[in-house]
């Protein structure tokens, strides 16, 4: 399995020291910041764009910003975000017809792509095709559309099923994880492990993110 990799959802933090929040978790150890990126169509909130993104990465060194794009256009952001300073633009499968094509111009921006599946969309509307096009494929956990939801384990065999078919790529899970959920996650194969809450609102947030990673590489 690829290595572990932490990365703390941004959604969880106090927006007004975003910079502030990136630059504690990655003293806290983690590698990635998922930054989510809501649009008010394909799903109901609105949270940041380009704009926030750019502001953070110039203001973050060395951030890598894992950017998770629950939006309805998928195709019309790519360009933003890479200016922007996005390390990686995962969108979401339900949301674009030709994947593979998003996937190249992902590729062409000198971004690592994505491809994220919600909790009705089967393991299966990944193909082959697209996810060796893909640097990484993100499995949610919850429905997208906002933090603090509970995990949902009925997922977690999309995860196996991914990481069966393909297994040296990376594999995300989002949406209600922490130190009791990781272990599902870990197990079915997920290396990339992204949690909001379960590390804002600790008070050592470094002692989760070290649960988090020795859980992955147990
Ligand atoms: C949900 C987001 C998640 C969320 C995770 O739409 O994609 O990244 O912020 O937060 P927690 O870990 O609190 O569920
Ligand atoms: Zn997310």
Redesign the pocket.
């Known amino acids: 399995m690829p290595r572990a990799i932490i990365s703390p959802?941004?959604?969880?933090s106090d927006f007004g020291q975003l910079n502030a929040e990136c630059k504690r978790m990655m003293k806290n150890g983690a590698e990635w910041l998922?930054m989510?990126v809501?649009d008010g169509h394909f799903?109901p909130?609105i949270t940041m764009g380009a704009p926030i993104l750019s502001c953070v990465s110039k203001g973050v060194p060395g951030i890598f910003m894992d950017c998770?794009m629950?939006v309805a256009q998928p195709e019309k952001w790519v360009d933003d975000i890479c200016d922007a300073g996005g390390a990686l633009y995962c969108f979401h499968i339900e949301a674009t017809a030709d994947p593979v094509s998003l996937i190249h111009k992902i590729h062409e921006k000198k971004m690592k792509a994505g491809v994220a599946i919600s909790p009705d969309t089967p393991s299966t509307a990944i193909s082959d095709e697209v996810a060796h096009a893909a640097d990484m494929l993100l499995v949610?956990?919850?429905?997208?559309?906002?933090?603090?939801?509970k995990?949902l384990e009925r997922c977690v065999p999309k995860v196996a099923e991914l990481r069966a078919r393909f297994p040296d790529k990376d594999i995300e899970v989002?949406?209600?994880?922490?130190p009791n959920t990781v272990g599902m996650c870990a197990d079915a194969g997920s290396n990339v492990i992204?949690?909001?809450?379960?590390?804002?609102?600790s008070q050592d947030p470094g002692q989760v993110i070290e649960i988090l990673r020795s859980t992955v590489e147990l």
């Open positions: 959802s941004v959604l969880a998922h989510d809501m799903v909130n998770h629950m949610m956990t919850v429905y997208p559309g906002r933090g603090g939801q995990f989002d949406g209600g994880v922490g992204v949690a909001g809450t379960a590390i804002f609102a």
